[in-house]
T-cell receptor, first 108, second 114 residues
Framework: AQRVTQPEKLLSVFKGAPVELKCNYSYSGSPELFWYVQYSRQRLQLLLRHISRESIKGFTADLNKGETSFHLKKPFAQEEDSAMYYCALGSWAQKLVFGQGTRLTINP | DAEITQSPRHKITETGRQVTLACHQTWNHNNMFWYRQDLGHGLRLIHYSYGVHDTNKGEVSDGYSVSRSNTEDLPLTLESAASSQTSVYFC?????????????FGPGTRLTVL
């Protein structure tokens, strides 16, 4: 079964502190993983995808097939990072399976 | 600029009524999707379409239907609204030949069923 698990519904860190949003997946094939972000009053948008291996807004995520994880990290949190973050698994036929989401709050 | 829009943005209806939520995209994408967003569940796929006259059931399709008469539109119909269908609904589209399944989302419709 295809499943994405984000164990933390809420995560609160102070500005300047490191951030790690956890994501674990279950998929029998070769996974394609994504992080989507939803800022307040904005639509859901793609933040980054594992195959690009890029850093967006200071965030990175490494696919660990052994641990079936795709954790999102940022070394120094900024207040504008406060948002809802969804990890998503690209399954067959262009569909996405989303995790439950993590609401990240950056405290000043 | 190409975009994806949803209407209405907010809707209040009564149990048992039929409701249709509109989704319109100008990306010329073949693939379109409907999700509902609920606390603790994330986004769950309701229905999806790979092109004109193609529709498929998703994870939570009971009580919902869609039709695809053209490339741009995928309206979502709640045949007989129930309180359990109170949610935020998102429409998304993607390019069939695009890379890496990136989906582009609409702004969402907040539906309340009383």
């Amino acid at each position: 079964a295809q499943r994405v698990t984000q164990p933390e519904k809420l995560l609160s860190v102070f500005k300047g502190a490191p951030v790690e949003l956890k994501c674990n997946y279950s998929y029998s094939g070769s996974p394609e993983l994504f992080w989507y972000v939803q800022y307040s009053r904005q639509r859901l948008q793609l933040l980054l995808r594992h195959i690009s291996r890029e850093s967006i807004k200071g965030f990175t995520a490494d696919l660990n097939k052994g641990e079936t994880s795709f954790h999102l990290k940022k070394p120094f949190a900024q207040e504008e990072d406060s948002a809802m973050y969804y990890c998503a698994l690209g399954s067959w036929a262009q569909k996405l399976v989303f995790g439950q989401g993590t609401r990240l709050t950056i405290n000043p | 600029d190409a975009e994806i829009t949803q209407s209405p943005r907010h809707k209040i209806t009564e149990t048992g009524r039929q409701v249709t939520l509109a989704c319109h995209q100008t990306w010329n994408h073949n693939n379109m999707f409907w999700y509902r967003q609920d606390l603790g569940h994330g986004l769950r796929l309701i229905h999806y379409s790979y092109g004109v006259h193609d529709t498929n059931k998703g994870e939570v399709s009971d009580g919902y239907s869609v039709s695809r008469s053209n490339t741009e539109d995928l309206p979502l119909t709640l045949e007989s609204a129930a309180s359990s269908q109170t949610s935020v609904y998102f429409c998304a589209s993607s390019d069939q030949d695009g890379s890496y399944n990136e989906q582009f989302f609409g702004p969402g419709t907040r539906l309340t069923v009383l």
